[in-house]
């Protein structure tokens, strides 16, 4: 009954901003670090950012650092991920995913999966 629903995907241009939104149902979300993960044709699922459960540490990959931003509200059973000055290298099926307690950047190690929101930016 566990449920991750991403939204907030599309057509972007470069340089452009897009959020994602991530909601959850079915466990106890305050409970749970969060993930965001990416993976485009031909390439290897990329870890992109997670936010520890409390949300007081966030986590990213080296080379989006400074781009994207990751976030949670806990009341409303929500994750976000902020993405700016998008590149056309960030397209990709982005997928939030939820593990107990303990953020990590290995995908195996999460739980739960949303069914992914496609990200596609134009040149």
């Known amino acids: 009954q566990v449920q991750l629903v991403e939204s907030g995907g599309g057509l972007v241009q470069a340089g452009g901003s897009l959020t994602l939104s991530c909601a959850a149902s079915g466990l106890s979300f305050s409970s749970y670090a969060m993930g965001w993960f990416r993976q485009a044709p031909g390439k290897e699922r990329e870890f992109v950012a997670a936010?520890?459960?409390?949300?007081?540490?966030?986590y990213y990959a080296d080379s989006l650092k400074g781009r994207f931003t990751v976030s949670r509200d806990n009341a409303k059973n929500t994750v976000y991920l902020q993405m700016n000055s998008l590149k056309p290298e960030d397209t990709a099926v982005y997928h939030c995913?939820?593990?107990?307690?303990?953020?990590?950047?290995?995908?195996?190690?999460?739980?739960?999966w949303g069914q992914g929101t496609q990200v596609t930016v134009s040149s």
């Open positions: 936010v520890a459960w409390s949300g007081d540490y966030t």
């Open positions: 995913a939820a593990r107990w307690h303990t953020a990590t950047m290995i995908p195996n190690e999460y739980r739960y």
